[in-house]
């Protein structure tokens, strides 16, 4: 599925096994010399596949699996394929224009191409690439969520943004959704080691899992993280004051411009690309706090993007890495946890009470309850908490649908699992919703 470079790139991790990862693949390109490539990247609807199985993990998977498929229908002698994240990319030194795609049912996708000219030494060509794959990610996503674009090529589709998003928001969230990621060891950061994410150094890649897995202890916890309000950041409940700053926050004002016409389209994305790549070094900070502040009882592993999974000795130990975390990027972006006790429960059922506690914090982000930090699976809410909760919730169901609406369906899914936890003074409006 890759072309044959001087040095092997190394294995996307989460994806299936003769996956490599799209950072290498991209920089071992920038070092062949090639004067052109064409650049092809699909993206992904993850959301509505977690949505539709009920399962972050399992949603996840089936997304990657279905990238893989597309993959194995392109020509190998001519295209090398890579991936990251929820994408595929696929560089050609030889193709004029992108090869034709077969998708398989059950998972939708969106996708674009360009031609990239290269030239200059190997990290500008480095640079040249990296920029290419965030213009024609856009574009990629653009198309995924616009059924209506028949265009495939990523300058007229990102060049018909304020035309078609009509919204500084909308356009916003479309510069902020997608994934830099700075490729370790270039630009003064640090290369991953053994058993690290590629495009995540000192933080262990999602491949190590099952070894964690297999060297648990009896009285492990598993435990779930993921940044609050990672598009337009968290405002306190009680005034409203701006606690952190979301992605999409971040370039708004950018977006406006944008669409009133006072910055043209190259502009717009360099000064984004450059906004992009100082978040992601932020919250490349963030997880590896996370991570190093567990060990060595403890490990966390790059599984969800902007969240990490694995094995804690307990809720202690994964609330002092939670706080130190957002005391790392404080302003800038918190995570919130959940942890489920292993004992006398499989690995799967621990897994998903996790991701239910971690969904309780997400109600009470932006409150001074410590449950917004670390939520156990099992420990009750207080009535300070549970009112927050109920208010957040409360507030999804009457705006109706929106960003945040999967909060919503999470909530209803866990209905039970809510029951047992709120004080009796708060069933009564939870049956409500």
């Given at each position: ?83 990251y ?14 090869p ?29 690439l ?15 969520d ?22 500084a ?17 270039a ?20 491949d ?28 306190r409940?009680t ?21 009133a ?18 978040r ?15 060990r060595p ?26 706080i130190?975390?957002?005391g ?27 991701h ?54 999470h ?12 004080p009796?003074s ?8």
């Amino acid at each position: 599925m890759t072309a044959a470079f001087a040095r092997p790139p190394r294995h996307a991790p989460g994806f299936p096994a003769d996956c490599a990862d799209a950072g290498d693949v991209l920089g071992r390109t920038a070092e062949e010399g090639w004067r052109t490539v064409t650049l092809v990247v699909v993206t992904s609807a993850l959301r509505a596949s977690v949505e539709e199985r009920g399962d972050h993990d399992a949603g996840l998977r089936r997304v990657r699996e279905s990238l893989a498929l597309v993959a194995d229908g392109t020509d190998g002698s001519r295209w090398s394929a890579s991936y990251y994240g929820k994408d595929l990319v696929l560089v050609s030194r030889d193709a004029a224009g992108p090869p034709r795609l077969r998708f398989a049912e059950g998972v939708r996708h969106g996708w674009a191409w360009d031609r990239v000219p290269l030239d200059g030494s190997v990290e500008r060509r480095r640079r040249a690439l990296l920029f290419a794959c965030y213009e024609v990610s856009l574009a990629a996503r653009l198309r995924r969520d616009r059924a209506e674009i028949q265009e495939t090529r990523a300058g007229p589709v990102v060049g018909g943004v304020p035309r078609v998003l009509g919204t500084a928001a909308g356009a916003a969230s479309l510069l902020a959704g997608v994934l830099v990621r700075p490729l370790g060891g270039a630009d003064g950061v640090p290369g991953a080691g053994p058993g690290e994410d590629p495009r995540l150094p000192g933080v262990p890649s999602a491949d190590g899992w099952s070894e964690t897995v297999a060297g648990r202890a009896a009285g492990d916890c598993y435990a779930v993280t993921d940044v609050h309000d990672i598009e337009w950041g968290t405002l306190r409940r009680t005034d409203g004051a701006r606690l952190t700053e979301g992605n999409a926050h971040e370039v708004l004002s950018l977006a406006e411009s944008w669409l009133a016409g006072r910055a043209d389209t190259a502009a717009v994305l360099r000064e984004a690309y450059r906004l992009r790549l100082g978040r992601e070094a932020d919250l490349l900070e963030h997880l590896r706090t996370l991570s190093e502040t567990v060990r060595p009882g403890g490990r966390l592993h790059a599984t969800l993007g902007d969240g990490l999974s694995g094995l804690v000795p307990d809720a202690a130990a994964l609330r002092t890495a939670v706080i130190a975390a957002n005391g790392r990027t404080e302003g800038r972006m918190h995570s919130g946890a959940g942890v489920a006790r292993l004992a006398g429960i499989d690995l799967a059922a621990a897994r998903e009470r996790a991701h239910f506690s971690l969904h309780v914090t997400k109600t009470l982000k932006g409150t001074a309850c410590p449950q917004a930090a670390v939520h156990e699976f099992g420990t009750p809410l207080d009535t300070e908490a549970a009112t927050y909760a109920m208010e957040f919730l409360g507030g999804l169901a009457r705006s109706g649908a929106g960003h945040a609406s999967h909060h919503l369906v999470h909530a209803r899914r866990w209905r039970d699992w809510w029951g047992e936890h709120l004080p009796p003074s708060a069933r009564a409006a939870f049956a409500r919703l």
